[in-house]
């Protein structure tokens, strides 16, 4: 099994930053693309931003330029930096990523418990 552990959430003013992290643990032989999802209340979960094992990048219109993906292919582990948050940016952030168990499986879609993000003053 894989499991993903998020931590970094929390309540920030708005102009603030924040910076979220995703470890991926367990029976892994590779993970192709990891990216980070939200769901405010009331609204369907989005994408964020995305990355590649490759290091390709895809954000989401809404947080380019203050939102910025990386990853630790090492450690299976991905990071979100979050800078001159907004109110609107507030939701529960989810880390996702495709990962495979052996080099003849195929990649499965694997999902965090999630972590809140509040953005008020």
């Known amino acids: 099994q894989v499991q993903l552990v998020e931590s970094g959430g929390g309540l920030v003013q708005p102009g603030g930053s924040l910076r979220l992290s995703c470890a991926a643990s367990?029976?892994?032989?590779?993970?192709?693309?990891m990216g980070w999802y939200r769901q405010a209340p009331g609204k369907q979960r989005e994408l964020v931003a995305s990355?590649?094992?490759?290091?390709?990048?895809n954000y989401a219109d809404s947080v380019k330029g203050r939102f910025t993906i990386s990853r630790d292919n090492a450690k299976n582990t991905v990071f979100l930096q979050m800078n001159s948050l907004k109110p609107e940016d507030t939701a529960v952030y989810s880390c996702?990523?495709?990962?495979?168990?052996?080099?003849?499986?195929?990649?499965?879609?694997?999902w965090g418990q999630g972590t809140q993000v509040t953005v008020s003053s």
């Open positions: 990355i590649t094992s490759g290091g390709s990048t």
């Open positions: 996702n990523a495709g990962a495979r168990r052996g080099f003849s499986s195929g990649y499965v879609n694997y």
């Open positions: 367990g029976s892994i032989f590779s993970i192709n693309v």
